[in-house]
């Protein structure tokens, strides 16, 4: 597993725009399927955004496709999620996700804190 460490949440205004970022520990990064998923109050836990550890193929979820994009620096054992044109019901909390060698990140195996993302409206 890999340790991860979510930064780059806070308040925004809709159609505003925010990057968060995902630092991970260990030599294995690149070995990684990432991935965002994110938790609304009340709601379940849903998948965001996903990054393959082979070729980094990007995936999303069909309410942010067009609108957010995941990218990767295996050198910097980092995953940045860009939000853009952001809405009220992005509100969330924000989970950085990984997977071992995974061809999609439908379980996850380690995961950060959250960081929150407010979008005001």
């Known amino acids: 597993q890999v340790q991860l460490v979510e930064s780059g949440g806070g308040l925004v205004q809709a159609g505003g725009s925010l990057r968060l970022s995902c630092t991970a520990s260990?030599?294995?990064?690149?070995?990684?399927?990432m991935g965002w998923f994110r938790q609304a109050p009340g709601k379940e836990r849903e998948f965001v955004a996903g990054?393959?550890?082979?070729?980094?193929?990007?995936y999303y979820s069909d309410s942010v496709k067009g609108r957010f994009t995941i990218s990767r620096d295996n050198a910097k054992n980092t995953v940045w999620l860009q939000m853009n044109s952001l809405k009220p019901e992005d509100t969330a909390v924000y989970y950085c996700?990984?997977?071992?060698?995974?061809?999609?990140?439908?379980?996850?195996?380690?995961w950060g804190q959250g960081t929150q993302v407010t979008v005001s409206s």
């Open positions: 260990g030599r294995t990064f690149s070995s990684y399927t």
């Open positions: 990054i393959l550890w082979i070729g980094s193929s990007t």
């Open positions: 996700a990984a997977r071992f060698r995974a061809p999609k990140l439908t379980s996850p195996d380690s």
